[in-house]
């Protein structure tokens, strides 16, 4: 037997017409994950090479938040440290090979030294 109720299905035709909404409340539920971590996706990392019983670079301009690499490709071991306001660390004795990171927390300049070699310096201006 045919289903003869079938025309009273025709209602649903005003639920079709709210449909357009729907999109704009996902673009909006979308947009707030992505503001909330632009500031982490800024943060960038920069590489400081021990090489030649120097760093390379000499000079850097980094922002809050910044990690700084050391990595030691030298010959022989080093020992990282900072006695400025803006950054207070000591990575201690580094074997060729060997990697350490800091987090630039404070603005200013970061006069980073050698505890084993005296001449090395490296300049972070941290903004
Ligand atoms: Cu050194």
Redesign the pocket.
């Known amino acids: 037997m045919p289903t003869p109720g079938r025309h009273t299905d025709t209602g649903p035709i005003s639920d079709c017409a709210r449909s357009p909404v729907r999109p704009i409340v996902a673009l909006a539920v979308m947009a707030i994950p992505l503001l909330s971590f632009s500031p982490v996706a800024m943060a960038e990392e920069w590489l400081v090479v ?1 090489k030649g ?1 120097a760093y390379m670079p000499e000079t850097l301009t980094a922002h809050v938040g910044d990690r700084v690499v050391f990595s030691n490709e ?1 010959d ?5 440290y900072s006695d400025s306001k803006a950054a207070v660390f000591d990575l201690g004795a580094q074997k060729p090979g060997e990697k350490a990171t800091i987090v630039l927390q404070t603005p200013g300049i970061v006069d980073v030294e ?4 005296p001449k ?1 310096h490296l300049l972070i201006d941290v903004k």
Do not use: A, S
Not at 76 to 80: D, E
């Open positions: 021990q019983r030298d022989v071991t080093h020992n990282v050698c505890e084993i070699h090395m």
